[in-house]
């Protein structure tokens, strides 16, 4: 079967590429020698006088082959990769034929380099162009970082390279990336008589076309924004803003060269590794590929929701949202009027960001039915817990939940604490209870962690899999235990910053440390929106357990009890760890009298091993108790839970980005400095030992 196939009308080659068996075309070794081929035969056939590079797929290209890119260790075999396609792009661009390309659907990144280097580009209404090589830890290596800037406009060029998100076609339109835009079924016509109009010689091939002077101005507001979003793993975004600088003061082959270059050494980075490895285990987690095979799949058309207030209203929301009918059970009249009116207000919420139209909110108010008791419910498929987090409140709950829904549909909790064995004592069958921890804002976040009971069984699992999947969120199974997975390793990060605050280090260079190496917010801004009594609550109970070792030295509770009993409170009450003006934190006077400084200034590198490395070591002592079932989904739950940096392909990659025995070794200091909380567990001292890793790349 040929990939590339060729239809000739009117004088001009259509070039229609159409995978076979594949529901994408993707810039394949095979697939590149191919069109090249069929370039070549129409470039030296007199009978063509221009040519159509169009897509049997639905979408245009999808880009270069991500899983050979991944092997790519060695950076000559990065550039080999990209040269021979860099060669075919000069060749059509030089050959002395037009050549359009017809973009229908996605194309992304390597498709649409390659439509850059066509004469002119026509789109269908329906197309999608992106360059995503960024959110990749890449850069496009086939010319778009050069052809792009001189096509487009600097502006619009730093805007889409960096910025890594695709546009529709009439944006791509407006900023002069597509030449026409027509509908889906006249795309073909529309290619062939543009390519009839256009004349074969690109902008920067024009005979006196010179390096023009990049805009000093341009370029340093687009270094501090990358600045102020990239943490230290993320080195694409500066790249690309270095080679594009670079490449406009250069003549066209010279730019190309230092594009190469470029794309090759980010090609073999650990950034690129990690960020290409996360892709491929989010696809995973969000296609549920874990899910128990076996078990029949579950068809749900309702759920109940007990407790309306933040998180079970955001799952309320987002059941309804799904198509789920919802029953809303509130403890009275008052608390379900205050709940559904909280859930119209977050209809509203999508509504003004764009993200639902007024019909459909209106139709996803309208499948949620609000009630205070537990009656008509024999039909529901499924249940969630999201009230208080006190113990005697869910075991009456759940006593009430169980008996009136469905039997074996799936009772879950939205604890963050509790141990779900426990609760499961509470139900009628304990079989069908299981935890289902979301992350708020519920409508927003993908994340839920999965928590089995000791005695969940297989079909509960697969069900409650079923339904987050019609949820549309990403979960990761963990089994039981003491602050399960997320909120325990979240509590050794936060913990320490409070530790490190009690030794009187500033909640302002702990926070900078933090967001520097990539976190979205820092530990102490993060534990005043918590709030600091809450905040006791959740430490005291995940350390209640005197044996862990992550008790060894930390003071966090000492501390943040030392600030409630001064009046700090957090962010709520505009007193917490820092001040607050108009919203936003400012540092509070009152702390260094609290937590006079110990000793010298703590060097920021410090800082930074104690608040990472605490995460990465909980993480493996979760998995050497057998909460985690592997590296991977310890990985997507820290970069969907807590917005562990990307770049260092979540907290276990971070071992193998820092190498596991030098990690080691940077603990063993620690645990002599700080305390036993740094000990390194048995298991990755063996992996040390042996030079191993948590992933093979
Ligand atoms: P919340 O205080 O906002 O809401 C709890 C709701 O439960 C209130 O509306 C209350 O009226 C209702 N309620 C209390 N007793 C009830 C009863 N007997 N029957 C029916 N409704 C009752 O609390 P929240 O923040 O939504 O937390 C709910 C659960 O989710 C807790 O277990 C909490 O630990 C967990 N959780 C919270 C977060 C978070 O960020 N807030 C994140 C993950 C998990």
Redesign the pocket.
């Known amino acids: 079967m040929p990939i590339v196939a060729r239809n000739d009308r009117d004088g001009i080659a259509v070039l229609t590429w159409d995978q076979p068996g594949a529901p994408v075309n993707t810039k394949t070794r095979a697939a590149q020698e191919e069109l090249a081929q069929q370039l070549e035969a129409a470039l030296a056939d007199d009978i063509v006088l221009g040519i159509v590079l169009a897509s049997g797929k639905r979408g245009f290209v999808a880009g270069g082959d991500l899983r050979d890119l991944q092997r790519v260790t060695d950076p000559a075999e990065a550039t080999a990769l990209v040269e021979a396609v860099r060669a075919v792009m000069r060749r059509m661009e030089k050959g002395g034929k037009p050549i359009v390309a017809a973009i229908n659907g996605a194309a992304m990144g390597g498709g649409v380099e390659l439509a850059l280097a066509c004469h002119a580009r026509v789109a269908a209404s329906d197309a999608l162009l992106g360059l995503p090589e960024v959110t990749l830890g890449l850069m496009p290596g086939a010319g778009g970082t050069q052809r792009l800037p001189r096509l487009i406009g600097v502006g619009p060029a730093l805007d889409l390279l960096t910025g890594g998100k695709p546009v529709d076609a009439v944006a791509a339109l407006e900023m002069g990336l597509v030449d026409r835009v027509v509908p889906r079924d006249d795309l073909l016509d529309a290619a062939i008589a543009l390519a009839r109009a256009t004349r074969p010689v690109q902008p920067w091939d024009r005979v006196g076309a010179k390096p023009q002077a990049a805009d000093a101005a341009l370029f340093a507001k687009a270094r501090a924004q990358c600045a102020r979003r990239s943490g230290i793993a993320d080195i694409a975004e500066a790249a690309i803003l270095d080679v594009i600088e670079t490449g406009l003061a250069q003549p066209f082959e010279a730019a190309l060269e230092t594009e190469r270059r470029a794309f090759a050494g980010l090609v073999v980075s650990a950034t690129a590794k990690n960020r290409i490895r996360l892709h491929f285990a989010l696809n995973d987690a969000r296609a549920i590929k874990g899910r128990p095979q076996g078990e029949p799949p579950y068809h749900l058309r309702s759920v109940a929701v007990?407790?309306?207030?933040?998180?079970?209203?955001g799952i309320a929301f987002t059941a309804a949202a799904a198509g789920l009918a919802v029953t809303l059970?509130?403890?009275?009249d008052e608390?379900l009027a205050?709940?559904l009116a909280a859930i119209a207000k977050t209809g509203e919420r999508q509504v003004k960001a764009g993200r639902m139209t007024p019909a459909d909110r209106d139709a996803v108010l309208a499948r949620i039915k609000g009630q205070t008791g537990y009656a008509g419910l024999a039909e529901v498929d499924a249940g969630i817990e999201?009230?208080?987090?006190v113990e005697a409140?869910?075991a009456?709950?759940l006593r009430q939940l169980s008996a009136a829904i469905r039997p074996g549909g799936p009772v879950a909790?939205?604890?963050?604490?509790?141990p779900i064995t426990t609760l499961a004592g509470y139900c009628a069958d304990p079989e069908v209870f299981i935890g289902a921890?979301?992350?708020?804002p519920v409508e927003r976040m993908p994340l839920v962690e999965v928590i089995c009971g000791a005695r969940t069984s297989e079909a509960t699992l697969a069900r409650t899999l079923d339904l987050l999947k019609l949820l549309r969120k990403t979960p990761i199974v963990v089994q039981d235990g003491l602050g399960f997975y997320t909120s325990r390793v979240v509590a050794s990060y936060t913990g320490e910053a409070m530790t490190l605050l009690g030794e009187g280090v500033s909640a302002g260079q702990i926070d900078r440390v933090a967001t520097e190496f990539g976190m979205v917010i820092g530990p102490c801004a993060m534990n005043d929106m918590t709030g600091l009594p809450l905040l006791i609550d959740i430490f005291s109970s995940v350390r209640s357990d005197d044996t862990r070792v992550s008790n060894r030295g930390n003071r966090a509770v000492e501390v943040l009890q030392a600030l409630v009993e001064a009046g700090r409170t957090g962010r709520r009450d505009g007193a917490g760890i820092y001040d607050y003006a108009e919203g936003k934190p400012v540092s509070w006077g009152g702390l260094a009298a609290l937590f006079p400084r110990q000793g010298a200034a703590m060097p920021d590198a410090e800082i930074r091993k104690r608040l990472m490395h605490a995460q990465a070591l909980e993480t493996v002592r979760a998995m050497e108790e057998g909460i985690l079932a592997n590296a991977t989904d310890a990985d997507v739950g820290s970069v969907l839970g807590w917005m562990f940096p990307r770049g260092f392909g979540g907290v276990l990659s971070y071992v193998d980005t820092i190498g596991a025995r030098r990690f080691v070794a940077e603990c063993d200091a620690l645990a002599a400095a700080y305390g036993g909380r740094f000990e390194a567990p048995q298991s990755l001292r063996d992996m040390a030992a042996r030079d191993g890793r948590f992933h093979a790349l």
Do not use: D, P, Q, Y
């Not at 999201?386 to 987090?389: D, K, M, N, T």
């Not at 909790?413 to 509790?418: A, M, P, R």
């Open positions: 007990v407790g309306g207030g933040t998180m079970g209203g059970i509130e403890v009275g608390a205050r709940g999201a009230v208080v987090e409140v869910k009456a709950v909790s939205n604890t963050s604490t509790l921890h979301f992350f708020g």
